[in-house]
T-cell receptor, first 116, second 117 residues
Framework: AQKVTQAQTEISVVEKEDVTLDCVYE???????LFWYKQPPSGELVFLIR??????QNEISGRYSWNFQKSTSSFNFTITASQVVDSAVYFC?????????????FGKGTHLIIQP | DTGVSQDPRHKITKRGQNVTFRCDPI?????LYWYRQTLGQGPEFLTY????????KSRLLSDRFSAERPKGSFSTLEIQRTEQGDSAMYLC???????????????FGPGTRLTVL
């Protein structure tokens, strides 16, 4: 069965610090997809990134970067020079490809607090 | 271009009552998903549609829950005989299936927060 673990329940840092959110996943499929979503206090989940299992290149988008390592089944998310607006709950999610079963399996989320 | 919309945003009901939620997906998205999120947890998958066909249901979707997408556009989620344990945020998402027919990016609506008294 597929599973996503976000061991960090809450992280608090001071603005401008770098912060890394960890995500470890379990799946039996060789083809799968990983996602990160942001959920600000307003409640709406905002899509950040999608990565398939065959693409292990790290990705950078502005202050955000993602490190995908199949060897350790991890898909970690780093925010550089954090800002107060980054405060939110961040979810890592997994989708397996077999049989069209495309419901996402989410971790429990990491609550990120950026203090001014 | 509008995103996924859900109505109502908040619903308070008494135990035993029926409630119905509506979701309007992003136009032209052929897949529509329902999730439930309780406090401090990640969203949990309930069911999804491809066009008007309901293709998968989670074990979380008890007999009191029913979902429809009659014309392949908007969807409704009905909960009959609500229980206090049904109190949660109900999230809808939509996606456009790609050539691999898997791993679509799902875009979420703002959710409907249900409180059962």
């Amino acid at each position: 069965a597929q599973k996503v673990t976000q061991a960090q329940t809450e992280i608090s840092v001071v603005e401008k610090e770098d912060v890394t959110l960890d995500c470890v996943y379990e799946t039996r499929d060789t083809t799968y997809y990983l996602f990160w979503y942001k959920q600000p206090p307003s409640g709406e989940l905002v899509f950040l990134i999608r990565r398939n299992s065959f693409d292990e290149q790290n990705e950078i988008s502005g202050r955000y970067s993602w490190n995908f390592q199949k060897s350790t089944s991890s898909f970690n998310f780093t925010i550089t020079a954090s800002q107060v607006v980054d405060s939110a709950v961040y979810f890592c999610a997994l989708s397996e490809s077999g049989g069209g079963a495309d419901g996402l399996t989410f971790g429990k989320g990491t609550h990120l607090i950026i203090q001014p | 271009d509008t995103g996924v919309s859900q109505d109502p945003r908040h619903k308070i009901t008494k135990r035993g009552q029926n409630v119905t939620f509506r979701c309007d997906p992003i136009s032209e998205h052929n897949r529509l998903y329902w999730y439930r999120q309780t406090l401090g947890q990640g969203p949990e998958f309930l069911t999804y549609f491809q066009n008007e066909a309901q293709l998968e249901k989670s074990r979380l979707l008890s007999d009191r829950f029913s979902a429809e997408r009659p014309k392949g556009s908007f969807s409704t989620l009905e909960i009959q005989r609500t229980e206090q344990g049904d109190s949660a945020m109900y999230l809808c998402a939509s996606s456009l299936t790609g050539p691999r027919n898997a791993g679509d990016t799902q875009y979420f609506g703002p959710g409907t927060r249900l409180t059962v008294l």
